[in-house]
């Protein structure tokens, strides 16, 4: 089981920057592939970043390519997602999500891979 609790959201300026943290409990984390979704009201959540559980491998999507970076501190049970060069568009709640894997080389970018999600972090960029 694991507990997975989103901070860092907030209100920032188009062209600005966010990070984000997701920290989890337990003692597995580095059991866990991780990645990070998206979703506005009334649209399928969207895939943004996924990162290996041993953190060696990264994925995005093209569109989240250059501006966003996933990392993560298996020591701090935490993983994170920097987000430059903001946009309007990028206005979501984000997610961090933990998918139980037995390979430090799998990653995966769709939501039915992931076990546990957090409860969300509202990221909000004014025009």
């Known amino acids: 089981q694991v507990q997975l609790v989103e901070s860092g959201g907030g209100l920032v300026q188009a062209g600005g920057s966010l990070r984000l943290s997701c920290a989890a409990s337990?003692?597995?984390?580095?059991?866990?592939?991780m990645g990070w979704f998206r979703q506005v009201p009334g649209k399928e959540r969207e895939f943004v970043a996924a990162?290996?559980?041993?953190?060696?491998?990264?994925y995005y999507p093209n569109s989240m390519k250059g501006r966003f970076t996933i990392s993560r501190d298996n020591a701090k049970n935490t993983v994170y997602l920097q987000m430059n060069s903001l946009k309007p568009e990028d206005t979501a709640v984000y997610y961090c999500a933990a998918a139980r894997t037995f390979s430090s080389r799998r990653i995966f970018s769709s939501r039915g891979d992931y076990d546990y999600w957090g409860q969300g972090t509202q990221v909000t960029v004014s025009s």
């Open positions: 990162i290996t559980s041993s953190g060696g491998s990264t």
């Open positions: 337990g003692r597995t984390f580095s059991s866990y592939a």
